[in-house]
């Protein structure tokens, strides 16, 4: 069976303004499919990312966002620089000032963290180290099953997975939950392996503890679905 990949889905009044900033961050090309705006992958490990055109305004603090990684001592300041010169913002979210990883938000305010040198949790991994997740233990049992990547890290209500490579993790950081609006503006994407089904690609993620939102059968798009803790996902068709 070929394998499953993750990816993530964000939200933007300006998709292309947005993805063109993750590109320039993360070296990759841009294309525009349809209605929406994809980052192009450069090997199957790297995480998927498409940006979604909205005309809702973002109002609340993310339930999940990414971390960028630094290797030598330098490379956190270089890396601050550089995104608030592709047009990063520093956000303050309540980080107390003993802590040493920078927040930034992306053009649109879509928080991220830039992670000094010397993270051993972070080790080894790309320069997209990490997406941090809100989220139950149940979820991250639940993500990891979905994806077929075993738990590297399972404690205190604290979960993560890794991809196959050890390019990047997903962290779920258990309770208590961030606020949430009507609909959460960065979420999460499973593409199907290409020996799967749509109706048995569905059944096996609600056996694993999904819930149906619509089964949609348009643009690449299968099924919207939730996870354990009413976070909605996209299982889109193989690509």
Known sequence: MTPRRFGICIDANDPERVARFWAAVLGREIEAVGEEVRLLPRTDNDIRMRFLATDAPKSLENPHHLHLTSTLPDDQQRTVDRLLGLGATHLDV????????????????????????????????????????????????????????????????????????????????????????????????????????????????????????????????WARMTDPDAYEFTLLAPR
């Open 94 to 221: 309540g980080q107390l000032p003993e802590e040493d990883h920078i927040v930034l938000g992306d053009p649109e305010g879509n928080e991220l963290c830039v992670i000094p040198a010397g993270n051993s949790w972070l080790a080894g991994t790309g320069l997209l180290g990490e997406v941090a997740a809100d989220g139950s233990r149940e979820t991250g049992v639940f993500w990891s099953a979905a994806l077929g990547w075993p738990l590297v890290w399972d404690q205190d209500g604290e979960t993560a997975v890794a991809t196959p490579s050890g390019s990047a993790k997903i962290a779920w950081g258990g309770p208590p939950p961030v606020p949430r609006g009507p609909r959460d503006r960065f979420r999460f994407d499973l593409i199907a392996p290409e020996d799967t089904g749509p109706a048995a690609e569905i059944s096996r993620l609600v056996g694993l503890g999904a819930t149906v939102v619509e089964e949609t059968y348009g643009d690449g798009r």
